[in-house]
């Protein structure tokens, strides 16, 4: 097997292979709690503590359980499960299980809090689960890219935090694509401002979406987000600036895409300045090519791959035209 330790050259293979289909497998690292303060299903320690929380306070049985985990050294948790339905039975390793999947949750609930009924309903509560970045990523690229990455995405875990995670982001696609077209400006004033306040894909809507709508007054908020701590932000901020000051932001846009600290912003403050100037596609061009080729812009966020093709297309130049054409193969097809 090849040596993809190296994460740049990790991306590279996986995207290389998207023609003939990629298998995803993981495993708990991806629902498992970010930091001690955060909810996921916990990992082997934690299962093992949940366990062993059956024998507290009957000394014989806490110290026999703890010889056991001791004699299997290294696979403690395949151990403690095992020995736990030795002395329980399989209902009681069903609770363990459902109590630790619970922790997902953004309000913990308990295992004997929760009915057989209850739990397809809690499944179906997308916003109800703390889904980590990570797994946010996995359903974003099989939701998108269905052909070429969502055939299989095979799992250990027991939990159900995959299948939300993937659902989620097919409700989230169809909001977000139409957030800026709600007739009712109470509904979409409130729901930008719920996409405000989150992170990631929904930030990137919403910033989308104010910029889309020609609100002036959201102008000094979309200055301030120029200088947040999202690289992928600012430059969203910068194409919605754009669309809101048009040449007058033109200063302001091109000092972001000189100091932009990553690719994506440049990308996205670049498409901003040629939004208000096209002239200004000689000075972007030879960066602009290079930030898209090293960043492969089809596993973006749907719309921002929609916003890329507009811009480009709308420029003029033939070099903008060419690109968006060499491009237009590997972005998401709503066909």
């Not at 985990?69 to 390793?93: I, S």
């Not at 930030?203 to 000094?220: D, F, I, K, M, N």
């Not at 969203?236 to 000051?245: C, M, S």
């Not at 895409?257 to 030879?286: C, H, N, T, Y």
Request: charged share 25%.
């Amino acid at each position: 097997m090849p040596d993809i330790a190296d994460q740049t050259l990790f991306v590279q293979r996986v995207v290389n292979a998207r023609h003939r289909g990629v298998v995803f497998l993981v495993g708990s690292g991806l629902v498992a709690p970010m930091s001690a303060d955060q909810p996921g299903v916990p990992a082997v320690d934690g299962m093992v503590d949940l366990i062993r929380a059956r024998y507290r306070g009957q000394a014989e049985p806490l110290a026999a359980f703890e010889r056991h985990l001791e004699a299997a050294q290294t696979n403690r948790y395949q151990a403690a499960f095992q020995y736990l339905q030795r002395t329980h039975g399989q209902d009681e390793v069903n609770r363990v299980i459902r109590e630790g999947v619970l922790k997902a949750r953004w309000k913990e609930l308990t295992g004997e809090a929760v009915q057989e009924g209850d739990l397809t309903a809690l499944e179906q509560d997308m916003n109800g689960w703390f889904i980590s970045p990570a797994l946010e990523e996995l359903g974003r690229i099989v939701t998108q890219f269905p052909d070429e990455y969502g055939r299989y995405v095979l799992t250990t875990n027991f939990d159900p935090l995959i299948e939300v995670a993937i659902r989620r982001e097919r409700s989230w696609i169809g909001l977000t694509l139409c957030v800026d077209i709600l007739p009712d400006p109470i509904l979409r004033d409130r729901l930008i401002e719920e996409l405000l306040a989150g992170r990631g894909v929904m930030r990137w809507a919403a910033l989308r979406a104010v910029g889309r709508l020609g609100e002036t007054s959201q102008a000094p908020m979309l200055r301030k987000e120029l200088f947040g701590r999202d690289p992928l932000e600012r430059g969203v901020a910068a194409l919605a600036l754009a669309h809101l000051e048009g040449r007058q932001a033109f200063t302001l846009l091109q000092r972001t895409w000189r100091d932009g600290a990553s690719a994506l912003e440049r990308i996205f403050s670049a498409l901003a300045m040629l939004k208000v100037d096209p002239e200004s596609w000689g000075q972007v061009e030879q960066q602009l090519r290079a930030d898209l080729a090293v960043n492969s812009p089809y596993l973006l966020f749907l719309p921002l791959q929609l916003d890329i093709m507009e811009t480009l297309r709308s420029v003029g130049r033939e070099g903008a035209n060419s690109l968006a054409e060499a491009w237009e193969p590997f972005f998401y097809r709503l066909d």
